[in-house]
C-alpha cells in the first residue's frame, strides 16, 4: 500500500486520489473472486455418465452386505438363472429382464455410493471391456455382473449352475452370483442382486450400491412389475399346466377321428358302399337327432306334470 510522508517524522498523508481509485478496483475484483470461489464450493459438481435415461438412482432401503448363501437352503428353489418355484407353485422369473444379443440390460451406471460403474444382466451371460487386450483386468467376459473403474473391470460372479442360486433374506428375495474376479479379493467377489416388487414401475430402476463393507460383497437392488412374484406353474415350472380332462378330450377327439377314417375306407372298400352310406352306422347316427328330441320333449312333460304322450312307452 503505497503512502506518502509528510516533512514531519512519522504523520502519513492521506492517498492521492490516483491510489484511492486503484485500491477500489483491487477490492472489487477480490470480491467477485471470493464470490465466485464460494459459488463453485456450493454448487454440486454434476456427474457425467453414458447410463440410459430409464434407470434413476434412490437410496436403497436397509443396505447390508449379507453372509453368502448356503446352497440349498433357499425355499425358493432354483429352476434356473432367470428363474425359482415355490412348492405352492408360485414362482420368480426375470426373463422379461434379460437381454439375449450378449449385452447386460443395466449397462455402464454410475453408483452415487462409491462412483464405480456397474453392469448387469440376469439369465444370460454378457461380455464388455476389451477383448483385444492381454491383461484379464481390461475385460468380464461372460460374466453375470461387473465393475468399472477407470478403464479396468472385475468380474462379479456368473450365470452357470453351481455359481448362482436364489434364496431370501430379512431384504427380501435376491439372486446370487459367486466366482467373481479374485484380484485383492480372497474368494473372488461375489454379487447379491435384490428384486424389489412394485406393479407400477414398468420402467425398472437399477442401484448398484457396490461394495460398501469393504469386503468384496457387491449389492445391486431392481425394482420393477417384472420382478413380482407370479402364480400358477407357467414357464417351465413342475406343473406341465395340462389337466386329466384335456388328456381325455384329446383322447376322445382322436378315437373319433380314427373312427370316421376307418369306417369310410370300411364301407368303400369292403362294402363298396357309396354316397352317405359310406359313413359308418349311418343308419344309427340318422336317428341320433330325433332321439334326443324326442328325449327332450318326454322330461319336459314330466317336469310340467302333463300326461305321458301315448307313442311313448312306459318304462
Given at each position: 500500500?503505497?503512502?506518502?510522508r509528510?516533512?514531519?517524522v512519522?504523520?502519513?498523508?492521506?492517498p492521492?486520489g490516483?491510489t484511492?481509485?486503484?485500491r477500489?478496483r483491487?477490492?472489487?475484483?477480490?470480491?467477485?473472486?471470493l464470490v465466485?470461489?464460494?459459488?463453485l464450493?456450493?454448487?454440486?459438481?454434476?456427474?457425467h455418465?453414458?447410463?440410459?435415461?430409464?434407470?434413476?438412482h434412490?437410496?436403497?432401503r436397509?443396505?447390508?452386505?449379507?453372509?453368502?448363501?448356503a446352497?440349498?437352503?433357499?425355499?425358493?428353489?432354483?429352476q434356473?438363472?432367470?428363474?425359482c418355484e415355490?412348492?405352492?407353485?408360485s414362482?420368480?422369473?426375470?426373463?422379461a429382464?434379460?437381454n439375449?444379443n450378449?449385452?447386460?440390460?443395466f449397462?455402464?451406471?454410475?453408483s452415487?455410493?462409491d462412483?464405480?460403474y456397474y453392469?448387469?444382466?440376469?439369465?444370460?451371460?454378457?461380455?464388455v471391456?476389451?477383448?483385444?487386450?492381454?491383461?484379464?483386468?481390461?475385460e468380464?467376459?461372460?460374466v453375470?455382473g461387473?465393475?468399472?473403474?477407470?478403464?479396468?473391470?472385475?468380474e462379479?460372479g456368473?450365470q452357470?449352475?453351481?455359481?448362482?442360486r436364489?434364496?431370501?433374506?430379512?431384504n427380501?428375495?435376491?439372486?446370487?452370483?459367486?466366482?467373481?474376479?479374485?484380484?485383492?479379493?480372497p474368494?473372488g467377489?461375489?454379487?447379491?442382486?435384490?428384486?424389489?416388487?412394485d406393479?407400477?414401475r414398468?420402467?425398472?430402476?437399477f442401484i448398484?450400491t457396490?461394495?460398501?463393507?469393504?469386503n468384496?460383497i457387491?449389492?445391486?437392488?431392481?425394482?420393477?412389475?417384472e420382478?413380482?412374484?407370479?402364480?400358477?406353474g407357467?414357464?417351465?415350472?413342475?406343473?406341465?399346466?395340462?389337466?386329466?380332462?384335456?388328456y381325455m378330450?384329446?383322447?376322445?377327439?382322436?378315437?373319433?377321428?380314427?373312427?370316421?377314417?376307418?369306417g369310410v375306407?370300411?364301407?368303400?372298400?369292403?362294402?363298396?358302399?357309396?354316397?352317405?352310406?359310406?359313413i359308418?352306422?349311418?343308419?344309427?347316427?340318422?336317428?341320433?337327432p330325433?332321439?334326443i328330441?324326442?328325449?327332450c320333449?318326454f322330461?319336459?312333460?314330466?317336469?310340467?306334470?302333463?300326461r305321458?304322450?301315448?307313442?311313448?312307452?312306459?318304462?
Amino acid at each position: 500500500m503505497e503512502h506518502e510522508r509528510s516533512g514531519n517524522v512519522g504523520c502519513w498523508r492521506a492517498p492521492s486520489g490516483r491510489t484511492s481509485a486503484r485500491r477500489i478496483r483491487l477490492s472489487i475484483k477480490l470480491s467477485a473472486a471470493l464470490v465466485a470461489v464460494a459459488f463453485l464450493i456450493a454448487t454440486p459438481r454434476p456427474v457425467h455418465s453414458s447410463r440410459a435415461p430409464e434407470y434413476h438412482h434412490r437410496a436403497p432401503r436397509d443396505i447390508t452386505s449379507p453372509p453368502a448363501p448356503a446352497p440349498g437352503t433357499s425355499i425358493c428353489k432354483t429352476q434356473t438363472a432367470c428363474r425359482c418355484e415355490f412348492e405352492n407353485g408360485s414362482y420368480f422369473d426375470l426373463s422379461a429382464l434379460a437381454n439375449n444379443n450378449g449385452e447386460p440390460r443395466f449397462n455402464h451406471i454410475l453408483s452415487n455410493y462409491d462412483q464405480f460403474y456397474y453392469y448387469w444382466n440376469p439369465c444370460n451371460p454378457f461380455s464388455v471391456g476389451n477383448p483385444q487386450s492381454e491383461s484379464p483386468l481390461n475385460e468380464c467376459k461372460d460374466v453375470a455382473g461387473c465393475q468399472k473403474w477407470y478403464e479396468f473391470y472385475s468380474e462379479l460372479g456368473y450365470q452357470e449352475p453351481g455359481k448362482m442360486r436364489w434364496n431370501m433374506d430379512h431384504n427380501g428375495i435376491f439372486v446370487y452370483y459367486e466366482g467373481g474376479s479374485d484380484d485383492y479379493a480372497p474368494g473372488g467377489r461375489n454379487l447379491f442382486v435384490y428384486l424389489k416388487c412394485d406393479p407400477s414401475r414398468t420402467t425398472p430402476t437399477f442401484i448398484p450400491t457396490g461394495d460398501l463393507s469393504f469386503n468384496y460383497i457387491y449389492i445391486y437392488e431392481v425394482t420393477s412389475s417384472e420382478v413380482c412374484l407370479k402364480t400358477g406353474g407357467g414357464g417351465g415350472g413342475s406343473s406341465s399346466g395340462i389337466s386329466i380332462g384335456t388328456y381325455m378330450c384329446i383322447a376322445a377327439l382322436v378315437l373319433i377321428v380314427v373312427y370316421i377314417v376307418a369306417g369310410v375306407l370300411f364301407m368303400k372298400f369292403y362294402k363298396q358302399a357309396e354316397g352317405k352310406e359310406l359313413i359308418p352306422n349311418y343308419t344309427l347316427w340318422a336317428e341320433v337327432p330325433g332321439l334326443i328330441r324326442d328325449g327332450c320333449l318326454f322330461i319336459k312333460e314330466r317336469i310340467s306334470g302333463f300326461r305321458e304322450r301315448p307313442d311313448f312307452e312306459k318304462l
